[in-house]
T-cell receptor, first 113, second 113 residues
Framework: DQQVKQNSPSLSVQEGRISILNCDYT??????FLWYKKYPAEGPTFLIS?????DKNEDGRFTVFLNKSAKHLSLHIVPSQPGDSAVYFC????????????FGKGTKLSVIP | DAGVIQSPRHEVTEMGQEVTLRCKPI?????LFWYRQTMMRGLELLIY????????DSGMPEDRFSAKMPNASFSTLKIQPSEPRDSAVYFC???????????FGPGTRLLVL
């Protein structure tokens, strides 16, 4: 039973436009959420996080939105750049910060020049 | 800091052979995690250590898998005997209470023939 779901395996976006990656979760105990970016032949790298006490966190071109009632979060990238092309993983944890993360299966983002 | 170091980067072996994957965490980190990534199951946590002590190994698929952390700067994940279904990318990650995320190594791509 997948507790963190990324229902779109892939997404293509034109350079300069907004990329929106979605993530749903089922475990109401999750209170900390992270997004990781992964390039081929590399490990995932941390992008941005959000605590359940917030509904938005912004870092430069990246913004994460959290809708707790819908158990849904999204990552917005604006403007999208070709270097953003990667696999994006959503992850969640409960209680202990970034420990015991549960990951989604990832969404492959392709930004077309 | 060199980041999390994993070796080997690639491993090809035959069914029934013993496989040992190695990880050196970031200096000063007291949490170490082993993950496995497959197409079917995505990125799943196998086991994690705190101060060299295994805390949760519920993700270890079966007794053929074992992990050790003899000191703060080294951990191994061993598969004996290996089977074709063990083929995957294995990631090691480390963290500490002061960090908001886990830091991943580049992974070991394992192919069991």
């Amino acid at each position: 039973d997948q507790q963190v779901k990324q229902n779109s395996p892939s997404l293509s976006v034109q350079e300069g436009r907004i990329s929106i990656l979605n993530c749903d979760y089922t475990n109401s105990m999750f209170d900390y959420f992270l997004w990781y970016k992964k390039y081929p032949a590399e490990g995932p790298t941390f992008l941005i996080s959000i605590s359940s006490i917030k509904d938005k966190n912004e870092d430069g071109r990246f913004t994460v939105f959290l809708n707790k009632s819908a158990k849904h979060l999204s990552l917005h990238i604006v403007p999208s750049q070709p270097g953003d092309s990667a696999v994006y993983f959503c992850a969640a944890s409960s209680g202990a910060g970034s420990y015991q993360l549960t990951f989604g299966k990832g969404t492959k983002l392709s930004v077309i020049p | 800091d060199a980041g999390v170091i994993q070796s080997p980067r690639h491993e090809v072996t035959e069914m029934g052979q013993e496989v040992t994957l190695r990880c050196k965490p970031i200096s000063g980190h007291d949490y170490l995690f082993w993950y496995r990534q497959t197409m079917m199951r995505g990125l799943e946590l196998l086991i994690y250590f705190n101060n060299n002590v295994p805390i949760d190994d519920s993700g270890m698929p079966e007794d053929r898998f074992s992990a050790k952390m003899p000191n703060a700067s080294f951990s191994t994940l061993k598969i004996q005997p290996s089977e074709p279904r063990d083929s995957a990318v294995y990631f090691c990650a480390s963290s500490s209470l002061a960090e908001e995320t886990q830091y991943f190594g580049p992974g070991t791509r394992l192919l069991v023939l």
